[in-house]
Every structure is written in structure tokens, then in C-alpha cells.
T-cell receptor, first 114, second 114 residues
């Protein structure tokens, strides 16, 4: 049962343009969402997060939008840079669960072309 | 650099063997998490420890066990290894254990079982 899904396995974008990555979830109990970036042979690097009480969070070039009614979140990267080429994972956690496990999507590979 | 360290970086062993992966969390973090990333399963939560005690369990096999020591470092023990255990194993840490606590990942240990 895949509770967090990233339906686009890959995305190609021109340098300077916007990258939009999408993520859908099925469990309405999730209350915290995160985006991680991963380069080959490295661990996931935290990018940005959003609590379910918000619908938008910005940090520099990264903005995450949350649509709770649609159970959908997206990550916008503006402007995209070649160094942004990586695999991006969305992840979710839920409250009152024993512990704080993250449930990850399958990832989206982003290629930013110079 | 997330501040989470993992050793060894690579491990090659044979089926039936036992290995130990080590993780040191970020300074001050009390929670340690273990995740497995295999080609067909994506990033899967295995187990969480908080201040020395097991807090949450995911789909961790009975052949796998973990512990967190008084100095807060953690070890993941994998025994009776099978070919299918070949994967990247990531450790993450966070300061608390509630659902809005961001997890920071180490660089991972690549396990190859031959």
C-alpha cells in the first residue's frame, strides 16, 4: 500500500525555468510533509517542510504548496539551476504514531539543462 | 554535511554472514532512525530509537536488530544475510520524536551480499 506517491519518475527543465514536482498521499492522518534532495552515493538532504496547518512554505528558491482537500503537495524550484539535478523525495509523517517514521514517495529525478 | 555519520561506507559480504552498521547522530539529537533503500522498494523505514529505547518499528525483518547506546550512537545488526538484503542503509537523526521533527540523514552504507 503506497501511501505517498510521486507519479512522475523524471523531469527535465531548462536552467532558469521553474521545476514543479508533485506528490500525492492517501492517508489523511499525515500532518507533516518534507522534501528531500538526493545526489548519487549520498544521503537524502532536507530541503523544506510544511505542516498541515499551512498551505504554503517558502525558503529561498524553494516553495512547497499543500492542498489538503486534494491530498496533494508540490515543490516549486525557481529558478532552476544545474546543481538542482538530483532525485527528489517527498515524505510524510503523522502525529500520535509511536515514533516519527517517515513514509517516502518513490522519487522524481530532475535534470536541469544548462 | 548533515552531521550524521555512518560507517562503513561500503560493505561486501557473503550470504549467511552477519554485519554491523554504525551510526552517530548529530550532536544533541536523541532520536535515531534506520531506513533501507533498495531498487524495488524505495526508502523504507526500519526502526527508531529514542534516547536508548526502541520507539517505533517498521517492516524490519526478524534477522535484523538494532540498538542505541548510552552515548546515543546506534548499530544495526543484519544476520543470516540473503542476496535480497543488498541495499543502501541510511541512518537519520532528529532532536525529538514528534511528527513535526525534521530528520537529517547520514551518507549511508552500501551493503552488497554476494
Amino acid at each position: 500500500d503506497q501511501q505517498v506517491k510521486q507519479n512522475s519518475p523524471s523531469l527535465s527543465v531548462q536552467e532558469g525555468r521553474i521545476s514543479i514536482l508533485n506528490c500525492d498521499y492517501t492517508n489523511s492522518m499525515f500532518d507533516y510533509f518534507l522534501w528531500y534532495k538526493k545526489y548519487p552515493a549520498e544521503g537524502p538532504t532536507f530541503l523544506i517542510s510544511i505542516s498541515s496547518i499551512k498551505d504554503k512554505n517558502e525558503d529561498g528558491r524553494f516553495t512547497v504548496f499543500l492542498n489538503k482537500s486534494a491530498k496533494h503537495l508540490s515543490l516549486h524550484i525557481v529558478p532552476s539551476q544545474p546543481g538542482d539535478s538530483a532525485v527528489y523525495f517527498c515524505a510524510a509523517s503523522k502525529p500520535r504514531a509511536a515514533g516519527n517514521k517517515l513514509t517516502f514517495g518513490g522519487g522524481t529525478r530532475v535534470l536541469v539543462k544548462p | 554535511d548533515s552531521g550524521v555519520t555512518q560507517t562503513p561506507k561500503h560493505l561486501i559480504t557473503a550470504t549467511g554472514q552477519r554485519v554491523t552498521l554504525r551510526c552517530s547522530p548529530r550532536s544533541g539529537d536523541l532520536s535515531v532512525y534506520w531506513y533501507q533503500q533498495s531498487l524495488d522498494q524505495g526508502l523504507q523505514f526500519l526502526i527508531q530509537y529514542y534516547n536508548g529505547e526502541e520507539r517505533a518499528k517498521g517492516n524490519i525483518l526478524e534477522r535484523f536488530s538494532a540498538q542505541q547506546f548510552p552515548d546515543l550512537h546506534s548499530e544495526l545488526n543484519l544476520s543470516s544475510l540473503e542476496l535480497g538484503d543488498s541495499a543502501l542503509y541510511f541512518c537519520a537523526s532528529s532532536s525529538r520524536t514528534d511528527s513535526t521533527d525534521t530528520q537529517y540523514f547520514g551518507p549511508g552504507t552500501r551493503l552488497t551480499v554476494l
